[in-house]
């Protein structure tokens, strides 16, 4: 994905190994969908390492010098290139767990709204006699 218009994937490593059959899929995508996928992308660095005895992988560099590894083995052509697309669409952040459902600067006054206040109404009424009957239009 482009920041402020500029991709974030600088280099993409194609690892392979030309003897095993867990790297069957990517031969075939470095034969017949990476060229195009070079002239599609012509930002991008895009190289292949052979190493053997290995399962391949694909490796992107992004600018903030972060790097994110997929493993590819024994997928088809098709998929490896959705693994490429997804790479090259990332931003290259790491994935962090929000505390809350939503961010803000300018949180509400009223406060959240909570389970709680409905579950202590009921108590409030069981223990007063009274019933809880929700209201239906």
Same mark, same amino acid.
């Given at each position: 994905?482009?920041?402020?218009?500029?991709?974030?994937?600088?280099?993409?490593?194609?690892?392979?190994?030309?003897?095993?059959?867990?790297?069957?899929?990517?031969?075939?995508?470095?034969?017949?969908?990476?060229?195009?996928?070079?002239?599609?992308?012509?930002?991008?660095? #895009?190289?292949?390492?052979?190493?053997?005895?290995?399962?391949?992988?694909? =490796?992107?560099?992004? !600018?903030? $010098?972060? /790097?994110?590894?997929?493993?590819?083995?024994?997928?088809?052509?098709?998929?490896?290139?959705?693994?490429?697309?997804?790479?090259?669409?990332?931003?290259?952040?790491?994935?962090?767990?929000?505390?809350?459902?939503?961010?803000?600067?300018?949180?509400? #006054?009223?406060?959240?709204?909570?389970?709680?206040?409905?579950?202590?109404? =009921?108590?409030?009424? !069981?223990? $007063?006699? /009274?019933?809880?009957?929700?209201?239906?239009?």
């Amino acid at each position: 994905m482009a920041l402020r218009g500029v991709w974030q994937l600088q280099k993409l490593v194609v690892s392979y190994c030309d003897w095993g059959g867990s790297s069957r899929g990517i031969r075939a995508f470095m034969e017949s969908q990476l060229p195009t996928f070079k002239e599609k992308n012509p930002q991008l660095e #895009v190289v292949t390492e052979l190493i053997r005895g290995q399962h391949p992988h694909l =490796k992107g560099f992004y !600018k903030n $010098r972060n /790097e994110r590894v997929i493993c590819v083995k024994n997928l088809t052509p098709e998929d490896i290139l959705l693994h490429a697309t997804r790479l090259r669409n990332a931003l290259g952040r790491k994935v962090v767990k929000l505390k809350t459902r939503h961010v803000t600067n300018h949180p509400s #006054v009223q406060g959240s709204s909570k389970e709680e206040t409905s579950i202590k109404r =009921k108590t409030n009424l !069981k223990q $007063r006699g /009274e019933t809880y009957e929700k209201k239906t239009n």
